[in-house]
């Protein structure tokens, strides 16, 4: 029989434990508080949004969601988490991120965090406009009335607290530059590439000021990564050996180079007492695909749905798309979209690279 200081014992190491759980697997710099995460943007980080409205742009059914909790579909574009999921995981502020839009939203998911981002949206307002989803101009609208529901919650003094201790995510410009601009060819007529991409970064900072205006002051915005190599786009433009798109992957490297020095130069100076930090995804996401190896990945140029070349959304579904037998082999879960574990690679690389830069 156990006596009573073995009993006193278990409990205070359980306690412990329970305590390091909640704590997340990232160590934060003593000067740094997070107390929520928003994110906006696109499909990379929708956790559900497009459940919601109307539009074609939806995956709430299998094989989606096949390695998320009880393999439910929950309009995550991926087998199971996203990378919004595993930043406020690795940051220990809850497990998952729920969706603004989620009928099922929580009081006190409000005050943590939760998404704004609807698959297929872009800097461009076109890219929304003609995929009939969320644009960044109404995330923004749906991120104020948070707000209001926020400082009716916690009152406005803590509203405020939490919003500048916060750590607000933008992840956009993949569908301008694939869709938009190269393969629906919707604003070839107006612009070449760098207008075009003048025009994304001007859209970019109007967004990432009236974000500032709301309260935000810890702002991460992703790069585009190397959408020339989507499975996807090597399909549709990569010849007969589905290499690479160059002239895709160069224009993602224009866009990032303008976006980069805008948030570094412009805003910076412009927006007092924030912390604006520039994420490079294109190399890290570039480095899976050109050395997969060193991942643990065996296929990088197709998706697990399907035959890896074409299906996404409804064209990755139970009914016409098998799935591979094992998708922590595949870098990309569809035509468009990374794994779960592909993502965590990213996740756990940004985390470690750029935690300190909202110091």
């Known amino acids: 029989m156990l006596c009573c200081s073995s009993i006193l014992s278990l409990h205070v190491m359980f306690l412990f434990y329970v305590i390091l759980l909640c704590e997340g697997k990232t160590q934060l710099p003593k000067n740094l508080t997070i107390k929520a995460v928003f994110v906006f943007g696109d ?50 502020i809850k497990e998952l991120m729920p969706a603004y839009l989620d009928p099922n939203l929580q009081a006190e998911d409000l005050k943590t965090g939760v998404s704004f981002a609807s698959g297929a949206c872009g800097y461009d307002p076109l890219t929304a406009i003609s995929a009939q989803v969320i644009p960044l101009s109404t995330q923004l609208n749906y991120f104020r009335e948070y707000v209001g529901k926020l400082k009716g919650l916690v009152g406005e003094k803590e509203a405020s607290y939490i919003l500048n201790n916060s750590l607000h995510f933008v992840v956009a410009g993949s569908n301008d530059i694939a869709n938009t601009y190269y393969t629906i060819g919707f604003r070839q007529k107006q612009y070449d590439i760098d ?31 190397p959408v020339g190599c989507l499975p996807f786009q090597r399909t549709l433009s990569g010849g007969i050996a589905r290499l690479c798109v160059e002239e895709y992957n160069q224009a993602a490297q224009l866009a990032n180079t303008k976006l980069s ?74 035509s468009y979209h990374p794994s779960e574990r592909g993502y965590r690679i990213l996740v756990d690389q940004m985390v470690k690279k750029y935690i300190n830069s909202f110091t």
């Open 43 to 92: 499909s990379i980080v929708d956790q559900g949004n497009n459940n919601n409205i109307t539009t074609i742009v939806k995956c709430n059914f299998p094989p989606y969601g096949k390695d998320f909790v009880d393999g439910k579909p929950t309009g995550r574009f991926t087998n199971a988490k996203t990378p919004a999921d595993l930043i406020v995981d690795e940051l220990g």
């Open 195 to 225: 207008s075009y991409t003048d025009m994304m970064v001007d859209e970019a900072a109007d967004f990432i000021q009236d974000l500032y205006k709301m309260g935000a002051r810890k702002i991460g915005v992703f790069g585009i990564p």
């Open 261 to 334: 020095a805008a948030i570094n130069g412009t805003l910076t100076k412009k927006l007092p007492q924030s912390k604006l930090v520039f994420i490079d995804i294109y190399d890290p996401m570039l480095d899976l695909i050109v050395n997969p190896d060193k991942y643990g990945f065996e296929v990088v140029d197709k998706g697990c749905c399907g035959t890896g070349s074409i299906e996404v959304v409804i064209l990755c579904n139970r009914y016409m798309s098998s799935t591979c037998e094992d998708d922590t082999k595949y870098l990309f879960w569809d």
